[in-house]
């Protein structure tokens, strides 16, 4: 079963989070809390790491902008996804750059959750294209020399420069355009890069970018 927690200061959401998953046979719940300081005054009470979190963006107190950098702390290796209303440009910058490697707009249904829990189990990352477009342009506007500092000296000389367009933007089959390769090259290419980088997904390597 894939362990899932969820802070959300919505009790009836809450409530409809735990009866949801509660039929799922795939799905363990394995702690909801109503804010970011009951999760850390309940830390003991948590028997089971999350693979994966869901984090309302505003909570009481401890929003869930910062509330990703202290779940982190706790645990490590789990996937922090903002549930948030918010389309504010720079509200979703801040949450991948603390660390959180998805970003959902309300209202999403139960249904959709289930759904975004199989592809981050199966490697993806929940991004919406919407919210993939203001991070790409976001890393756009940091300008080209700021980008060229991007060069990762684990990755080799082509690596480099499939991350630099991959930053940039483009898909697959730009990048293999503007490189000449082919299109499979790129992809293995990405792979090794997300490897190397130990990063699962766009979404995590441009929040690893931002935070070296």
Do not use: C
């Amino acid at each position: 079963m894939i362990p899932v927690g969820l802070i959300e200061d919505d009790p009836q959401l809450r409530l409809n989070f735990e009866t949801y998953f509660s039929l799922d046979t795939e799905v363990d719940i394995v702690f909801t809390f109503s804010s970011i300081e009951q999760f850390i005054s309940k830390q003991n009470q948590i028997k089971t790491d999350p693979f994966l979190v869901f984090i309302d963006i505003g909570l009481p107190g401890i929003s869930g902008v910062e509330g990703v950098g202290i779940i982190n702390k706790y645990y490590p290796n789990a996937h922090l996804v903002i549930l948030s209303g918010n389309t504010d440009n720079d509200i979703i910058w801040q949450s991948i750059a603390k660390g959180a490697s998805g970003y959902l707009l309300k209202p999403v249904s139960f249904k959709e959750i289930k759904k975004q829990i199989e592809i981050v189990k199966n490697g993806g990352a929940l991004i919406s294209p919407e919210i993939a477009q203001v991070l790409i342009g976001k890393v756009n506007k940091l300008g080209k020399e700021k980008r060229s500092s991007y060069e990762n000296d684990k990755l080799t000389v082509r690596e480099n420069e499939v991350l630099a367009q991959l930053v940039n933007g483009l898909a697959y089959k730009e990048i293999a355009n503007v490189l000449g390769i082919s299109v499979t090259t790129v992809n293995d290419h990405i792979k090794n890069i997300y490897n190397k980088l130990n990063v699962n997904s766009k979404a995590e390597l441009i929040s690893k970018i931002l935070s070296e």
